[in-house]
């Protein structure tokens, strides 16, 4: 079945800096990859997600690449900025459900 | 619009004993879909009810079953707990049946611990 492999599992960057988190998917049928944010005490919360027919997108400091030939897709926050501390989960469709990554812990330092 | 309400939030039981969680989606969602979280793994899903029927189940035993009303309240039902169920229990309401493409409105979770 479809596996979703996420790294790091935990980054701590610098406020001000950019921060990247990777992705792997196993399903080539997979077309849909979005990701969420979770702070601490609530659910996830989608920040941004992309189909397989685009390669990037973006939306204001956050952007999402996808390499379907590789089967990867990333993550990009620039200009980090305290409040983007929280656990990150990408996902990827396989099977009418999403299979989640394990989860990226993002410290922003001050 | 009030979001997604989970009912309890915490809850402890002990091993061999049932729990009913439940769930009141965003209003107008006829989609709920129940996750299983834990330290490390990540989300995993349970299942997902679209109009009352069960549209897609994930792995897990039978021990976990679910439902969703006709108002699209679900609750979702674990018997003979063990202690590797306790883990927070995630609700997801979504407009229409995702079939994992559409976006996910989380609940806050229901945190089980089983001693």
């Known amino acids: 079945g479809e596996n979703v492999e996420q790294h790091p599992s935990t980054l701590s960057v610098q406020e001000g800096d950019s921060a990247v988190i990777k992705c792997t998917y196993s399903?080539?049928?997979?077309?849909?990859f979005p990701w969420y944010k979770q702070e601490l005490g609530k659910g996830p919360q989608l920040i941004i997600d992309?189909?397989?027919n685009v390669g990037e997108k973006k939306d204001q400091r956050i952007a999402v690449t996808l390499n379907k030939t590789a089967k990867h897709f990333s993550l990009h926050i620039t200009e980090t900025q305290p409040e983007d501390s929280a656990v990150y989960f990408c996902?990827?469709?396989?099977?009418?459900?999403?299979?989640w990554g394990a989860g990226t812990k993002l410290i922003i330092k001050p | 619009k009030a979001g997604v309400t989970q009912t309890p939030r915490y809850l402890i039981k002990t091993r061999g004993q049932q729990v009913t969680l439940s769930c009141s989606p965003i209003?107008?969602?006829?989609?709920v879909s129940w996750y299983q979280q834990t330290p490390g793994q990540g989300l995993q899903f349970l299942f997902e009810?679209?109009?009352?029927?069960?549209?897609n189940k994930g792995n897990f035993p039978g021990r976990f079953s679910g439902r969703q009303f006709s108002n699209s309240r679900s609750e979702m039902n674990v018997s003979t707990l063990e202690l590797g169920d306790s883990a927070l229990y995630l609700c997801?309401?979504?407009?229409?049946?995702?079939?994992?493409?559409?976006?996910?409105?989380f609940g806050e979770g229901s945190r089980l611990t089983v001693l």
């Open positions: 399903d080539s049928a997979s077309n849909y």
């Open positions: 992309i189909r397989s």
């Open positions: 997801a309401s979504s407009s229409v049946t995702s079939g994992g493409t559409g976006e996910l409105f």
């Open positions: 209003s107008g969602h006829r989609s």
């Open positions: 009810y679209f109009s009352e029927t069960q549209r």
């Open positions: 996902a990827a469709s396989s099977n009418y459900q999403l299979i």
